[in-house]
């Protein structure tokens, strides 16, 4: 079965520490991942997509994430935090089984101290 | 930018309440979807429509129904509304049942049921 978990329902770091948010998912299947961001009061938007291209993904706003395979992972950093940065992060995964179907991680708020 | 845009950010009802959440985009997209979000569970999938007139159930549709009349338009529909409904609301569309796409969120309506 397929599955996601985010490590850490919050992570709190000082500003211009480095973030990093996991996210391992299970599958059986090839997965494609992606890292959504939901600031206060807002829906969500993508923050970057792994799509099989390259393992090391850049997205928006300094964050990047790297797929493993042999670890099943993919984490979320970003060198320096910055306030602007607080919000809740939810790792997804699609998989195609047919159909495609896409779960999401339970969610990490994270939190910047000035 | 695709906007997608909910009826109510905010909806207090009374159980036993019919309940109608609406949604719209303006990008042609072909799927919608209804998530609800809830704290430590992330986002759970009710209902999705690949075209007009068509529905598939997600992980959670007990209690929910969906319309889908025009294309631009998926309506989430709470037959008689329970205290255990209360939640927040998240529309999403796509372009394309692809599983590299992304979604694109509405703000999301905060329902509660009294």
């Known amino acids: 079965a397929q599955s996601v978990t985010q490590l850490g329902s919050h992570v709190s770091v000082s500003e211009g520490a480095l973030v990093l948010l996991r996210c391992n998912y299970s599958s059986s299947v090839p997965p494609y991942l992606f890292w959504y961001v939901q600031y206060p009061n807002q829906g969500l938007q993508l923050l970057l997509k792994y799509t099989s291209a390259a393992t090391l993904v850049k997205g928006i706003n300094g964050f990047e994430a790297e797929f493993k395979k042999s670890e099943t992972s993919f984490h979320l950093t970003k060198p320096s935090a910055h306030m602007s940065d607080a919000a809740e992060y939810f790792c997804?995964?699609?998989?195609?089984?047919?159909?495609?179907?896409?779960?999401f991680g339970a969610g990490t708020r994270l939190f910047v101290k000035a | 930018d695709v906007k997608v845009t909910q009826s109510s950010r905010y909806l207090v009802k009374r159980t036993g309440e019919k309940v109608f959440l609406e949604c719209v985009q303006d990008m042609d997209h072909e799927n919608m979807f209804w998530y609800r979000q809830d704290p430590g569970l992330g986002l759970r999938l009710i209902y999705f429509?690949?075209?007009?007139?068509?529905?598939e159930k997600g992980d959670i549709p007990e209690g929910y129904s969906v319309s889908r009349e025009k294309k631009e338009r998926f309506s989430l529909i709470l037959e008689s509304a329970s205290t255990n409904q209360t939640s927040m609301y998240l529309c999403?569309?796509?372009?394309?049942?692809?599983?590299?796409?992304?979604?694109?969120f509405g703000p999301g309506t905060r329902l509660t049921v009294l």
């Open positions: 997804a995964v699609t998989f195609n089984t047919g159909g495609f179907k896409t779960i």
């Open positions: 999403a569309s796509s372009s394309r049942a692809g599983v590299t796409d992304t979604q694109y």
């Open positions: 429509s690949y075209d007009v007139k068509m529905k």
